[in-house]
Structure formats: C-alpha cells, structure tokens
C-alpha cells in the first residue's frame, strides 16, 4: 500500500507541473524554483509533513521535498540555536542531497558531450 500512496501523491505533484508547464510560459528553471519555494512554504503552514507522511518517498523525493527538507532543516536549527539556525539548517539538511546532484552532474558532463540549443 505504501507503494500505491507514494505513486498517486508524486503522480498527482507531476501532473500538477505538467499542468503548469503546458499552459505557462514559464522556463524550467522557474518552475523548479516553484517546486522548491512551495514545498518551503507548505512545510512552514504544516501541510507538507501531513503529506510527506501519508506519501513517503513520493512526497519527499520531488524537489518540492527538497523544499520541505530545507524548511525543516532551518526549524529544527532554529529551535536549537536562534537566529543564526536560519542560515546553517538548511545546508545541514539539504546537503546529501546537493552533494550528490552536483557529483553526478560532474561525473555525466564528463561522460557525456553536451551541446548548447540554439
């Protein structure tokens, strides 16, 4: 069941971003950026844990659970050491995962020849 739950919850995050790509003049990159603030603000509110919870892996592996990751990352430091907690937790919870799109990245760009679009 829990196999269903994370395929309906991260099919239903895919179809709402096909949803705004084919009908929005936005760029990629923006609505990645989207993804990531809506899932920050959607943790902040409380809902995004409700999700992540009923959903699992398909809630938290979209990049608006990378969102939801910093916020919590951010709260948990601020709640630990002040202010100075919004500037370290998010790059406490958010480092695996950064790390290992950055090294992949690297290693398929030297495996890979890019070509720039005209």
Not at 18 to 41: F, H
Not at 44 to 53: C, F, Q, S, V
Not at 71 to 88: N, S, T
């Amino acid at each position: 069941m829990e196999y269903i739950k994370a395929f309906i919850v991260g099919g239903i995050i895919c179809i709402l971003v096909q949803i705004l790509m084919d009908n929005t003049k936005l760029q990629p990159g923006r609505i990645m950026v989207i993804l990531v603030i809506s899932g920050a603000v959607l943790g902040a509110l409380g809902i995004y844990e409700k999700i992540a919870d009923f959903a699992g892996c398909g809630a938290t592996v979209p990049l608006s659970g990378f969102g939801f990751s910093l916020w919590k990352g951010m709260k948990e430091a601020i709640d630990q050491h002040g202010i100075l907690g919004l500037f370290e937790g998010g790059f406490t919870a958010a480092a695996v995962g950064t790390s290992a799109a950055l090294i992949f990245s690297y290693l398929a760009s030297l495996i890979f020849q890019p070509k720039i679009k005209k």
